[in-house]
Nanobody
Framework: QVQLVESGGGLVQAGGSLRLSCAAS????????MGWFRQAPGKGREFVAR????????EYADSVKGRFTISRDNAKNTMYLQMNSLKPEDTAVYYC???????????????WGQGTQVTVSS
């Protein structure tokens, strides 16, 4: 099982950038696919991006495509989400999660971090 801790959230103006990190501890981080999800107040958890265990395959939600980039460094047991051109509608708690599958479905992710708040002001 892998334990996950997100960091890097904060308050930024529209058009700005943030980089989120997801540090993993425990066994076999490099064996898992990883994903980023977000949840805005009063809304359900939304898929943002995912990356394969090797980093060779990525997938993005249409709402962030071209603005966000997911990556991972298996030597550092860390995944990243570079967020550029941020919009107020990107405001949410961002979560990282691990999965044994290539999937965008939150229910198919088994381990979750505690989340990090991202707030984008207009």
């Amino acid at each position: 099982q892998v334990q996950l801790v997100e960091s890097g959230g904060g308050l930024v103006q529209a058009g700005g950038s943030l980089r989120l990190s997801c540090a993993a501890s425990g066994s076999a981080f490099s064996s898992y696919g990883m994903g980023w999800f977000r949840q805005a107040p009063g809304k359900g958890r939304e898929f943002v991006a995912r990356i394969s265990w090797s980093g060779s395959s990525t997938e993005y939600a249409d709402s962030v495509k071209g603005r966000f980039t997911i990556s991972r460094d298996n030597a550092k047991n860390t995944m990243y989400l570079q967020m550029n051109s941020l919009k107020p509608e990107d405001t949410a708690v961002y979560y990282c999660a691990s999965t044994a599958l290539a999937t965008m479905r939150a229910t198919q992710y088994s381990n979750w971090g505690q989340g990090t708040q991202v707030t984008v002001s207009s």
